[in-house]
């Protein structure tokens, strides 16, 4: 099925835009994101995908009820990796009171088993927020601030996290979206990272900062 329309699995939305799966019109995710100044093409032929991003990311939206029906969720993802897109892949996974004690399923599976990136969200409003972010850019105010912390996605320092070998602009937004600040992400042990981005990335990102460390 996601042979159909390889062309379109492949399609770039212009900026400010975003290319949605059809299933998706009547959602109260699709009214925050025209709050947020989206604009949405809506699409039928997307094959997994949810989400087409003009930053060339392609988002997979696992919501709590797929994780508690129970395995299902897994062909899901498979399928979406192998889907063959040259798009940057993210999962956004809900996170809730009823999925919590699965969370730790999915990120192994997803993040260790498949190296995809993953992004938890509350639901469909906290991801309708971090999707308008990521459709106009780095240019506004984080939709999404934690508390008092620090701007997560300043220019700057977005520009530097993806300096590291290894990461875009999706798996960029995943780490600031866990770490308020480049200090925290620079302090970050592997472990603290391997949840995140996996082994591989984890060391990749140990590395390059204290790399930096070391010669200032």
Known sequence: MENKAPELLNAVPPYGHMICSDKWRNSSFIQGL???????????????????????????????????????????????RNAGSSFQELVLVEKTRLSEQYFPAVQKFVVFDLGLSLLPISGQADASQLITQMVHGEGRENPFRRKSSSRLLDPLVLAL????????????????????????????????LEPIVGQAGAQQIHSFFHKHTAGT
């Open 34 to 80: 025209k709050g947020g100044g989206v604009k949405i093409l809506f699409e039928t032929e997307l094959g997994v995908a949810d989400f087409l991003l003009p930053n060339k990311s392609s988002v997979l939206y696992v919501s709590e009820c797929d994780i508690i029906a129970g395995s299902s969720y897994k062909r899901k993802v498979v399928r979406y």
């Open 161 to 192: 996290v993806q300096q590291i070998p290894g990461v875009g602009k999706v798996k960029a937004l995943v780490l600031l979206r866990h770490f308020s600040s480049i200090q925290q992400l620079c302090n970050a042990s592997p472990a603290e």
